[in-house]
């Protein structure tokens, strides 16, 4: 069956850096559409950056841009969230998602646009 499982978060300091893997079993993540999220206590699950198909294909929210990158690795089935320079407001459970794709198009960004979800992992940013 389809799964996703994210790892790699934890506490970390304001300015530092983590990085989140996504580890899909069941299917082969070279023709999926593949989005990261995250929800923070009371506030609504929000896209955080997203892969396509083609390599150009790439999404991040604008407050993100330049601190926060998706890459894939095909032949491990594994897409990871490369985050620097954190900040506290980053705190929040992150999500992998994955939705077929046919073509190689610009990824969704809507939560309710992606079929299969992983359960997710914390990540703190805290002195």
């Known amino acids: 069956q389809v799964q996703l499982v994210e790892s790699g978060g934890g506490l970390v300091q304001p300015g530092g850096s983590l990085r989140l893997s996504c580890l899909a079993s069941?299917?082969?993540?070279?023709?999926?559409?593949i989005g990261w999220f995250r929800q923070a206590p009371g506030k609504e699950r929000e896209a955080v950056s997203c892969?396509?198909?083609?390599?150009?294909?790439?999404y991040y929210a604008d407050s993100l841009k330049g601190r926060f990158y998706i890459s894939r690795d095909n032949a491990n089935n594994t897409v990871y969230l490369q985050m620097n320079r954190l900040k506290p407001e980053d705190t929040a459970v992150y999500y992998c998602?994955?939705?077929?794709?046919?073509?190689?198009?610009?990824?969704?960004?809507?939560?309710?646009?992606?079929?299969?979800w992983g359960q997710g992992t914390q990540v703190t940013v805290s002195s």
């Open positions: 998602a994955a939705v077929f794709s046919t073509y190689g198009g610009k990824c969704p960004t809507g939560k309710y646009e992606y079929r299969y």
């Open positions: 069941g299917f082969f993540v070279d023709y999926y559409n």
């Open positions: 892969t396509g198909l083609a390599a150009d294909s790439t």
